[in-house]
């Protein structure tokens, strides 16, 4: 709770019992606040992930994967959000064109992404996501009939098969999603971002979409279980077009796709709590 109570204690007029009251109602409101999120919040993100997942089986089979993409999956996300609470702030939205096909590259922060992207993202998205998560029950199934990819890291053969088979079914309108780091940041910072987007992206000439998310990590850090409310951007860059690129261009377009991420992220963020 370090960091989310000390900012507050800037403008206090040197009055060391106002500090100490702010403090602990700092501390009432933050073991209130997991109280909730252990009785209430995380049983209910288990039964709408079950549920939704279903919800998204059904309708791939009665409608089309598309719509429980879309409709269903965006849904889930928005009301994953409001539960925790989570406000989300969209910019560029307007970089990210209805009727135009993507490789959307996106950093990743924490398990949040998840429901931000699927929330408000307003793509047509096929994901790649990795193996482990089809074991998730009601997300993993839901994932599977929705089109998404699920890659084993450890059989890159495999996973460029099932990368191929999917963009093969691409049409207009539709996009393909990496986490472009491979998994979530543990400080906020950029890792090393993976060359397989880019190479989608050149040898299918197929405008590189980024995208800056920030602050999720400060609703849940990786390889934590206590959430947290708060705020998030998402920020939708101009693509980066591929028209005539070749694979000996291919470095260039991974460094200016990292350019652009890391422009929108701030040097250091705090918990909003």
Not at 102 to 110: I, T
Not at 169 to 189: A, H, N, Q, W
Request: with cysteine; charged share 20%; proline share 6%.
């Amino acid at each position: 709770m370090g960091r989310s109570i000390a900012p507050l204690f800037v403008e206090n007029n040197g009055h060391p019992d106002r500090i100490l009251h702010q403090g602990t109602m700092k501390n009432v409101l933050f073991w209130f606040y997991q109280l909730y999120a252990w009785l209430i919040l995380w049983p209910l993100v288990a039964v709408l992930t079950s549920l939704f997942g279903t919800l998204a089986v059904i309708f791939s089979i009665l409608v089309s994967p598309r719509f429980a993409s879309r409709v269903v999956a965006s849904t889930w996300g928005r009301l994953l959000a409001w539960l925790t609470p989570i406000g989300v702030v969209v910019e560029g939205g307007e970089n990210a064109q209805q009727n135009r096909s993507y490789v959307v590259v996106c950093n990743h922060q924490s398990a949040v992404d998840i429901v931000v992207v699927y929330g408000w993202l307003t793509l047509d998205l096929i994901w790649v996501i990795k193996q482990e998560l089809r074991k998730i029950p009601g997300l993993g199934i839901g994932c599977e009939k929705v089109g998404h990819i699920f890659v084993d890291r450890n059989n890159p053969n495999r996973a460029r098969r099932a990368i191929k088979e999917a963009l093969d079914r691409l049409g207009d309108g539709i996009g393909i999603f990496f986490f472009v780091e491979g998994t979530r940041s543990p400080d906020g910072k950029l890792l090393p971002f993976k060359k397989g987007a880019f190479r989608i992206a050149i040898d299918h000439q197929l405008p590189v979409l980024p995208v800056t998310l920030i602050a999720t990590r400060d609703i849940l850090t990786p390889g934590s279980v206590k959430p947290y409310p708060g705020r998030t951007r998402m920020v939708i860059h101009p693509a980066i077009e591929t028209d005539g690129m070749s694979r000996g261009q291919m470095e260039d377009l991974m460094d200016r796709a990292k350019k652009t991420i890391s422009s929108a992220l701030p040097q250091q963020s705090g918990y909003f709590i």
